[in-house]
T-cell receptor, first 115, second 112 residues
C-alpha cells in the first residue's frame, strides 16, 4: 500500500466510449502525475499537477483530458481512444513538483484496453 | 533520443548470488538518480537513490554505485532472493526540473 489508489484496475473500452480513470492520494502531497507505460518502453510522463494547477502536459493528444479538483484527487478522462492507447496508466504523487531528493509514489495502475 | 538507457532487457541470476543492474545516461546535468522496482500488475515502488555528490549509497542488500565520468550507475543486490524477481527501472533528474527521465527497465529473474 503506497498511499496512492487507482480505480478501476482494469478497463476495456470501445473507441467511441467515454470513460475516466480515478486516482486518490492519502499522503498529503502537493503534486500528482499521470504516466503511461507501454511494453518495453520507458515510462512516459503525461500530465503534472502542482497544487491543483496543471504544470505540464507533454504534448499528449486531446483525447486524454486530466482533471484535478483538489490536491488529493486526479482524474484522466478518456474519449475516442485508439487501440495504440492500450497501456498501463499510472498515477503518482510527490511532496512537491521539484524532485531534488523527493520520492515519487505510484499507484498500482489502471490497465486500459481499447478495442 | 533516450537520455537514460538500460541496455539489458532481462537478466537471470542464481539465488544467493549478486545481481548487477546497469544504467547509462547521456545528460551530464543529471544530479539525482533513482531505482524503482516493479512487480507485474503493480505500480513501481521506490528502492534506492543517489545524489551526484556521492558515488555510493547502500541500503541493506541494495547498493547503488555512480560513476559520473562514465555517466553510468549500477544497482547491486546481494544476496539475490526470489522476491527480487521484478522489473527494475532507473530514473534521473536534474535540480529545478520536475521531470524524471526513465529507462526502459530490466527484468530480473532470480533462479532457485
Amino acid at each position: 500500500e503506497t498511499g496512492v489508489t487507482q480505480t478501476p484496475r482494469h478497463l476495456v473500452m470501445g473507441m467511441t466510449n467515454k470513460k475516466s480513470l480515478k486516482c486518490e492520494q492519502h499522503l498529503g502531497h502537493n503534486a500528482m502525475y499521470w504516466y503511461k507505460q507501454s511494453a518495453k518502453k520507458p515510462l512516459e510522463l503525461m500530465f503534472v499537477y502542482s497544487l491543483e494547477e496543471r504544470v505540464e502536459n507533454n504534448s499528449v493528444p486531446s483525447r486524454f483530458s486530466p482533471e484535478c479538483p483538489n490536491s488529493s484527487h486526479l482524474f484522466l478522462h478518456l474519449h475516442t481512444l485508439q487501440p495504440e492507447d492500450s497501456a498501463l496508466y499510472l498515477c503518482a504523487s510527490s511532496q512537491d513538483r521539484f524532485y531534488s531528493g523527493n520520492t515519487i509514489y505510484f499507484g498500482e495502475g489502471s490497465w486500459l484496453t481499447v478495442v | 533520443d533516450q537520455q537514460v538507457k538500460q541496455n539489458s532487457p532481462s537478466l537471470s541470476v542464481q539465488e544467493g548470488r549478486i545481481s548487477i543492474l546497469n544504467c547509462d545516461y547521456t545528460n551530464s546535468m543529471f544530479d539525482y538518480f533513482l531505482w524503482y522496482k516493479k512487480y507485474p500488475a503493480e505500480g513501481p515502488t521506490f528502492l534506492i537513490s543517489i545524489s551526484s555528490i556521492k558515488d555510493k549509497n547502500e541500503d541493506g542488500r541494495f547498493t547503488v554505485f555512480l560513476n559520473k565520468s562514465a555517466k553510468h550507475l549500477s544497482l547491486h543486490i546481494v544476496p539475490s532472493q526470489p522476491g527480487d524477481s521484478a522489473v527494475y527501472f532507473c530514473a534521473a533528474n536534474m535540480d529545478s526540473n520536475y521531470q524524471l527521465i526513465w529507462g526502459a527497465g530490466t527484468k530480473l529473474i532470480i533462479k532457485p
